[in-house]
Nanobody, 121 residues
Framework: QLQLVESGGGLVQSGGSLRLSCTFS????????IGWFRQAPGKEREGISC????????HWLDSMKDRYDISRDNSKNTAYLEINNLKPEDTAVYFC??????????????WGQGTQVTVSS
C-alpha cells in the first residue's frame, strides 16, 4: 500500500515557477516509481513525466518540454515537479501517482488527491 499527498500548487502569474511536492508513505519495502499527471477543466488527464526509484526518468508531454524538472529525494519520501515559465494553459489539477516499476508508470496503482495550479495571464 502507498499513500500519496501532493502540495505546492497555487495561483501564479504567467512566466512564474512552482515546485510541486509529492510525499509518499508506504507500508511495504517495495520501491515505487512516481509519475506526474495533470487534468485541465473539461479535458482528459495527461501524463507529464515519471521517475524511477533510482532516478531514471521518462518524459511524455511535449507541450511542457524543457519547462519542467522531475526529481525525488527518497530519504524524505518525496518526489518533486518543478515547472518554469508557466503558461495559462498549464492551469490544471496536478496529480502524482505510483507504480512499482517505471514501465507501468502510465497506468499507476496509486493516486494522490491532486493539487490545483492556476496560472493567470
Amino acid at each position: 500500500q502507498l499513500q500519496l499527498v501532493e502540495s505546492g500548487g497555487g495561483l501564479v502569474q504567467s512566466g512564474g515557477s512552482l515546485r510541486l511536492s509529492c510525499t509518499f508513505s508506504k507500508s511495504t519495502d517495495d520501491n515505487f516509481a512516481i509519475g506526474w499527471f495533470r487534468q485541465a477543466p473539461g479535458k482528459e488527464r495527461e501524463g507529464i513525466s515519471c521517475i524511477s526509484w533510482s532516478g531514471y526518468t521518462l518524459h511524455w508531454l511535449d507541450s511542457m518540454k524543457d519547462r519542467y524538472d522531475i526529481s525525488r529525494d527518497n530519504s524524505k519520501n518525496t518526489a518533486y515537479l518543478e515547472i518554469n515559465n508557466l503558461k495559462p494553459e498549464d492551469t490544471a489539477v496536478y496529480f502524482c501517482a505510483a507504480h512499482r516499476v517505471i514501465t507501468g508508470c502510465q497506468t499507476p496503482l496509486y493516486w494522490g488527491q491532486g493539487t490545483q495550479v492556476t496560472v493567470s495571464s
